[in-house]
């Protein structure tokens, strides 16, 4: 399994796909079989403004190109971006194998911040996938401050859960946030029995605040 934590270039969908291009070639590299990336990577998820630059749809050219390139490869990729929609925008991770998308996960438990300042709809389902031998599962960032979504995952026979973040943190209540997001995870694990994966950004160019990685 590998977990890229980085860089997100706000808004700017196309050098976050030559990013993850590269990204993609590394854990190659190291044979992995699964790779996962932050929420929203592709797209950015700082403001309405940066969400709504970098959104896209699933007929998208590029992505569509990123998704037939991994044909070449066995690896299972799992990137998050604004998926615009007929019936609205949606904050979702794509998971891509063998050329193809496998399905996608719309983050279930929305902040306010997501629903009011990002516009994002919430999603309503917990698909659960297989590949290499487990059964695995994608949900983001606050769907694993509560027990539901990751209990919906493991009812389903998921035994690996991949979580995506992305925290732009008060640098003043960061290491609390560290430690509630680490508690979480453990007792997901713990409880549910599944093995967990989190990919989270990293970012300290907004004075005050600070993406801090933390990923496991």
Partial sequence: VSIYQGVCQEGDFTAN???????????RERGSHFLAF???????????????????????????????????HEMVVMVGLARQAADGLYNTELVIHRGRLLGFYDKVILTPGDRDALGFQPGTAVPVYQAHGARFAVIIC???SYPHVAMAARLQGAELLFTPHNNLIGAMAA??????????????????KMVVARANNVKSDRSGQIGYGDSF
């Fill in 142 to 144: 606050a769907d694993t």
């Fill in 38 to 72: 932050p929420e929203c990577f592709l797209s950015g998820y700082e403001s309405r403004e940066a969400v709504q630059r970098g959104a896209r749809s699933l007929d998208d050219p590029e992505l569509v190109q990123f998704i037939t390139e991994s044909a070449a």
């Fill in 175 to 192: 290491d609390d946030h560290r430690h509630w997001v680490r508690n979480c995870h453990v007792g997901l694990a713990c409880q549910l």
């Fill in 17 to 27: 796909l030559a990013t993850a291009r590269e990204v993609v070639q590394q854990a």
